[in-house]
């Protein structure tokens, strides 16, 4: 089965392929011809992802899933939340966003947090959601050279090494993306 995964992001490609295997064959918003920056201009993870999914659908009408992330720090007031890729500014640079954490969090006893995925997407005219969390902890220095965005300084619950010190199979049984990409999987198997 074909479906368009609407990014541009060669890291979550890889990741969500990995997922996927090959049971379906994705393409990206570039070889759909989709060359535009879809617009994110919701204050919730779960309204930027059903807009992109809902923008591919509406204008190159194919089915689709969209997904939105970010990571949630509760004693900062869930930032860096929906702006988690750019948090630092738009420059989207991963390490002054986790520069901009680790500095916020300099202070903070509460170094919980979590990831979260949601996954919208357009199926045979409607519209469907997948949610993925993991819960963990903030570190206060980077461990790790694999992964991207905040993954060097987050441990997830249960684990002693940081997602970017995982290799992309390990950090894909647990993951917040793999636990939202499940229940998509079993959907779309399923139907």
Same mark, same amino acid.
């Given at each position: 089965?074909?479906?368009?995964?609407?990014?541009?992001? *060669?890291?979550?490609?890889?990741?969500? *392929?990995?997922?996927?295997?090959?049971?379906? %064959?994705?393409?990206?918003?570039?070889? &759909?011809?989709?060359?535009? %920056?879809?617009?994110?201009? @919701? !204050?919730?993870?779960?309204?930027?992802?059903?807009?992109?999914?809902?923008?591919?659908? !509406?204008?190159?009408?194919?089915?689709?899933?969209?997904? $939105?992330?970010?990571?949630?720090?509760?004693?900062?007031?869930?930032?860096?939340?929906?702006?988690?890729?750019?948090?630092? /500014?738009?420059?989207?640079?991963?390490?002054?966003?986790?520069?901009?954490?680790?500095?916020?969090?300099?202070?903070?006893?509460?170094?919980?947090?979590? @990831?979260?995925?949601?996954?919208?997407?357009?199926?045979?005219?409607?519209?469907?959601? =997948?949610?993925?969390?993991?819960?963990?902890?903030? &570190?206060?220095?980077?461990?790790?050279? /694999?992964? =991207?965005?905040? $993954?060097?300084?987050?441990?997830?619950?249960?684990?002693?090494?940081? =997602?970017? !010190?995982?290799?992309? +199979?390990?950090?894909?049984? &647990?993951?917040?993306?793999?636990?939202?990409? +499940?229940?998509?999987? $079993? =959907?779309?198997?399923?139907?």
């Amino acid at each position: 089965m074909k479906l368009c995964f609407a990014t541009n992001n *060669q890291n979550k490609l890889k990741e969500i *392929q990995a997922l996927l295997g090959d049971k379906f %064959e994705l393409v990206t918003l570039s070889e &759909i011809g989709c060359l535009e %920056e879809i617009p994110e201009p @919701f !204050e919730t993870i779960e309204e930027n992802a059903l807009a992109k999914a809902r923008y591919v659908h !509406e204008k190159y009408g194919l089915d689709c899933f969209a997904d $939105d992330s970010g990571l949630i720090v509760p004693s900062l007031n869930g930032e860096p939340g929906v702006h988690s890729a750019y948090y630092a /500014g738009p420059q989207r640079s991963h390490d002054d966003n986790i520069n901009l954490l680790l500095q916020k969090l300099s202070n903070e006893n509460d170094r919980s947090a979590y @990831f979260k995925t949601v996954i919208y997407l357009s199926f045979q005219n409607e519209y469907h959601a =997948f949610e993925g969390r993991v819960p963990g902890t903030i &570190i206060g220095e980077k461990r790790g050279t /694999g992964g =991207f965005g905040y $993954d060097p300084v987050f441990v997830p619950q249960g684990h002693d090494r940081t =997602f970017a !010190e995982m290799s992309l +199979a390990e950090k894909s049984k &647990i993951s917040h993306r793999s636990i939202a990409f +499940a229940g998509l999987i $079993d =959907f779309l198997e399923n139907h």
